[in-house]
């Protein structure tokens, strides 16, 4: 199993500022993926982040937006660049336990409030 | 990976069982059903997962029907904390490793 913790838990933030949302893992992982959840709504893949290489980004989202960084194999961070309102949503990490995993595990979330 | 149909939501009492269904018309041979659910100001967490034959763990059972094309989570005694949204995923066993994608779940409500 994995236990990961992110920081801040949750944050209210000023349109046109940025939030670097961090995520911490108890035990090294290769794959760590970053989600977004609007309010009321399921989870949407934003990226995910392999160690030593670029950060792979689903349709609907770019690099300049969300930058991530992965410097290790048990750190990763999310940035929201620029918010606006509709930035408000829960943010979550998560990772596979191993490449033949068949769990994902989750943070609990940053919870951001745009205003 | 194929896609799934849950009911939007879903009421049970406390200390009933609890049956939360999921259609998958089109899963393939090498699917997994997957189930997570999402606590509260949580982020989700596994439950349970099977291919063909039901499945048990300390949390639920997993029925699958014999031509896989539907699936059901069953919570034996369910309890307030069980008051969450389930999600039943299909994942194809050669992209383990990588993310779920998750569709919009049942949210379950359980009366005291």
């Known amino acids: 199993s994995a236990v990961i913790s992110q920081k801040p838990s949750r944050d209210i933030c000023q349109r046109g500022t940025s939030l670097t949302i961090q995520c911490q893992v108890d035990s090294q992982v290769t794959m760590m993926f970053w989600y977004r959840q609007q309010p009321g709504q399921s989870l949407t893949l934003i990226a995910t982040?392999?160690?030593?290489?670029?950060?792979?980004?689903e349709s609907g989202f770019v690099i300049d937006k969300f930058p991530i960084s992965r410097p290790n194999l048990t750190f990763s961070t999310l940035t929201v660049s620029n918010m606006s309102p509709e930035d408000s949503s829960i943010y979550l990490c998560?990772?596979?336990?191993?490449?033949?995993?068949?769990?994902?595990?989750f943070g609990p979330g940053t919870r951001l409030t745009v205003t | 990976d194929a896609k799934t149909t849950q009911p939007n939501s879903m009421e049970s009492n406390e200390e009933e069982p609890v049956h939360l269904p999921c259609n998958h018309s089109?899963?393939?041979?090498?699917?997994?059903i997957h189930w997570y659910r999402q606590l509260p100001s949580q982020g989700p967490e596994y439950v349970i997962h099977g291919l063909t034959s039901n499945v048990n763990n300390r949390m639920a059972s997993l029925a699958i029907a014999e031509d896989r094309k539907s699936s059901t989570l069953i919570l034996h005694r369910a309890t307030l904390r069980d008051a969450a949204v389930y999600y039943c995923i299909l994942r194809d066993k050669r992209n383990y490793g990588q993310n779920f994608v998750f569709g919009p779940g049942t949210r379950l409500s359980v009366l005291p």
């Open positions: 089109t899963i393939s041979g090498t699917d997994y």
């Open positions: 982040a392999n160690q030593g290489s670029e950060a792979t980004y």
């Open positions: 998560s990772v596979a336990a191993g490449p033949s995993s068949y769990e994902q595990y």
